[in-house]
């Protein structure tokens, strides 16, 4: 329903030169109708070149020079009055069975025509008589004006009625420059919501993608207010304004460049038009003076674009399938059938329908004096059958508002009449004073009429402004059409809806489907826009969104992000559930390390095993084989704890993977450090007689490995109490999984876990690093070196890998870490042991030395030790003073230069029972009175017969370590070398060799303290010297019995026991 509402007109402001009219034109000649009232209508029925050549008001007719244009259509806006006017003469009621007239005129978009047919509506008289009235009646009749179409009409002709205050309602667009209040003072205009019509347009574009749109606007005010209230809306939604065209008023020739017009509209598909068919006449001209664009143009109804001027035929080529806004109307109640009716035969005083007819009809015509002659031309032909270029039976908007127009006008009378003859006491058709024309305008002000047909009658109702949407098309019959193809309706910037029908729209020859357009391609899904700098918005390039981001839509400025438990797929468009992933069994990489974390326990403990079986070999023995057992066993366990790593992490399992790891580290490190230990002390520290018992450095050892496993596991107890370990979910390491894993809870805590590993490993490190050139064949020190290099250098490497990477990567090097440096300490320590034993079981020094003697006589000298002991146990025996006539008995084993016969010895001895029972007294009497061991003669069999006494703490002598107890003797030669003054040294050698070779030590270089007891220099015939100083040391090599004559061997003594003289054979 369309609703118009009709408001006075003010402006404060009007140029002064618009005011200063010249009344030199002459008039053409009207179309009137008598009646007791008089409406006057202003129409504008073509476009021609302005002034004529005859002036002066004494010319009866008027040609223009050139008529451009024939707007035949605008002939509807006339017969749109007379159907009002006859329609409402029908009705006796409104106006008390009195009748309206009307005097129509052309004023053919000439300002200085509208003005002068102004004057002769007021005079009465055309050619017009200024301020004088002609009628013959001398009565004014008229009681107001309708028109014009264009705001030049309306404003020239508004200057002059105004003067007489004579009521003037526009149908042209609404202007808001006409209302000033003192000029304009009689004006009303229908009112149009230009906000409504903004946001129908911008709904329009938003709802085909188009955002790179072209402005086109007619150069005056009204465009400028358009094109900066447009573009601001536009900008307010998202949409750029890809050029703005100011266009002159035709036929005033265009400034613009022809090149440059051409070049604007090829920036983009889509132009929005604003402006009347008049002002836009100029526009139109330079497109049909140029190749087509393919625009769709989007404009109101205001502006024909099915007209065809200049003689055009292809007018569809240019303008096919632009989209135009109309303000919504109901339809006018039988204007259609009335037009089929209109002929000129049916109108002969209408000077109009003559041209107009010989145009729609296209007849030939003469010109008579001036004035055509139409007598060619079929007189009974119908409107209804013409195009739509120059005709249209549908009713146009403005026809629409000339209709409303005359109905609001006699609605006016009918209330003013109304007031008449009720104080007056008059009966309907008596005589009545004569009326003035400013009498109507407290009716036309004091209620907004919308809608005035017949007898309905809208009044102060909120205003909803609904817009038809046409589509100019070409039917299938190649007649061309427009059709509704939707509508917009406008209540406030909050509540509107756009709805379009976009099966029925058409694009004319140029596309076959919706044009785009934009300055840049359409970022499609999975990308956004980003701004180009020195361009609109509109202007951007698309960038791919980032991992974790979508863009779900086209032209999206930012990408969504996805939830934490959701990431992006490929296309960046969806955003897809994570995958819940942690390292399970079943995942190949933790399969693996399972495979290898079993692999490695299992070798453990056959190499526990293997050390178990060969428990009593002499390489098992070595370094304390209790260390070595647990060394075993934690790194077994070690093994086992990779084990807690894999598979989904859980409260139990976060606490006790690094907690157990921590702890099980620790005692396999601090086994080592002990081991390390001992094999330094052994060797620098343990000396005969010293305070530094073989059997206080196994107790040591022990403390070392319970001690640092003790503080490790204060540190984890610490750790737990706190903030321990919780399973956690980490959602961002890995792209579309959720990876399952434990938290250390406290950084700092697993970190000082790791590095009290690594000071325990750096202090195991530096004493093996020491030790690792201390003579002995199961030395180990070289071995923990090494595998303390491999363990160092495993964790060190950890960590700065550990903190580079996430997710389930993160604990697979946790386990390679723990295997590998396990997998060092296994292999480094204990595999040389495993193949000595397994495969060099035959590999013993001594059993060497002995099977290369030749005859086991050359040993029979040894015997004389084992007589020296029954003679001194007889002796002994003798003086039965020193045992208070008790008596000594003796046990004696020959332990063939074996230390696992002199350890079995040994263990007989304790036992009372030979084979040996460990741990047991088998002795009859139940007593043992074993009190004290003699031998061996070397430190391998002392050494060794001495760990197991030592565990019941039986004393032993031996026959070199006391020193300056025993000396041995191979001659009576003796010699004292003189550079030595701390030290006497006694040197012998065979006698029956000739020669006698002297060794000198040079005590300045190497200084013999008084107590220390082994110097063993041989010099051997062919040169080589064999030299040894140490504590316990044996010669690294064992001569052949023939090397050793001609040698010469020296043994330190204290001076206060050196006997000068003595020598034993």
Sequence with gaps: MAKFQIQRVYKEDWDEENSILSLNVPVFPGYYQDGDFIIG?????????????????????????HIHVDLTKNYQHLLAMVFAIEKINKDLNILFNMSLGFHLFNVDFIEMK???????????????????DCRSEKRNKLVAVVGGVSTGITAQSSQVLSLYNVPQISYGPFDHNLRDRVQFKSLYQFPMNPTALYQGIIQLLLHFGWTWVGLVVPDDIRGEMFLRDMTQEMANNGLCVAFAERIPEFPVEATFNNQHFMERYTFTNVSVVFGDTYSLLRFVYKLFCNMPFGNVWVTTSEWDITLLPFGQKQGYTYFGG????????????????????VQPAKYPHDIFIQDVWSILFECPYLYQHRIRLLSQCAQNDSLATRALHVWDMNASHQSYKVYSAVNAIAQALHE??????????????????????????????????????????????????????FNYQSLLNGIKAHVEVGEFIFE??????????????????????????????????????????????????????????????????????????????????????????????EDPLGAVLISVAIGLS?????????????????????????LSYLLLVSLMLCFFCSLMFIGQPSPVSCILRQTFFGAVFSVAVSAILAKTFIVVVAFKAVKPGGIFQMWMVTRFSNAIVVTGSLIQVCICTIWLGTSPPFPDMDTQSEFGQIILQCNEGSP????????????????????????????????????????????????????????????????????????????????CIFLPKCYVILLRADDNPRKKLLEQIPAIKDLTKYYQQLLAMLFAVEKINKDQNMLFNMSLGFHLFNVDFIEMKAVESSMSLLSGKSPPVPNYDCTSEKRNKLVAVVGGVSTGITAQSSQVLSLYNVPQLHSFLQKGQLEISFGNKRVVNEKISTTTLDIFNYQSLPDVKVVHLDSEKEPLMENDFVVLIVSLPDGEIINKTGSGMRNERFAEPEELKGAIIAKTHSLSELKPGFSAE
């Design 41 to 65: 209508g202003l129409f504008s029925l073509r476009v021609t070149s302005g002034d004529g050549s005859s002036f002066g008001f004494g010319d009866k007719f008027y040609i223009p020079d």
């Design 602 to 626: 299992v070798l453990t403990a056959l190499i526990l095993g293997l050390f178990i079986e060969y428990r009593d070999t002499p390489i098992v023995r070595a370094n304390n084989r209790n």
């Design 492 to 585: 406030s910037c909050g509540v509107q809806h756009l709805s379009l029908k976009d099966e029925l729209i058409m694009w004319g020859e140029h596309y076959n489907e919706t044009p785009s357009a934009g300055c840049s391609k359409s970022c499609t899904v999975g990308f956004r826009k980003t701004a180009l700098e020195g361009k609109p918005f509109c202007c951007f390039d698309c960038i791919p969104c980032p991992d974790g981001e979508i863009a779900n839509e086209t032209d999206m400025d930012q990408c969504v992000k996805c939830l934490e438990d959701q990431y992006s797929n490929d296309q960046r468009n969806q955003c897809l559930p994570k995958i819940l992933t942690f390292l399970s069994h």
């Design 322 to 341: 632009g989209l135009s806004f109309s303000v919504h109307m109901e339809g006018i109640p039988g204007f259609n059938n009335f037009l089929k009716s």
């Design 416 to 469: 003013e009449l109304s007031l008449r003859v009720g104080e007056e006491s008059l009966e309907r058709g008596a005589s009545i004073a004569p009326h003035l024309p400013w009498q109507l305008h407290p009716f036309l002000q004091k209620r907004h009429l919308v809608k005035s047909t017949g007898k309905e009658k809208i009044v102060n109702e909120k205003i909803t402004t609904k817009f038809n949407i």
């Design 748 to 827: 700092a805590a697993f970190y000082c876990v790791l590095g009290y590993l690594g000071f325990l490993a750096l202090l195991s490190l530096i004493s093996a690093f020491l030790a690792r050139r201390l003579p002995d064949r199961f030395n180990e020190a070289k071995l923990i070196t090494f595998s303390m290099l491999v363990f160092c250098s495993v964790w060190i490497c950890f960590i700065p890998t550990y903190l580079s990477i996430k997710g389930k990567n993160m604990v697979a090097l946790e386990i390679f870490s723990i295997l590998a440096s396990g997998a060092g300490l296994l292999c």
């Design 114 to 132: 509208a003005v002068e047919s102004s004057i002769s509506l007021l005079s009465g008289k055309s050619p017009p008589v200024p301020n004088y």
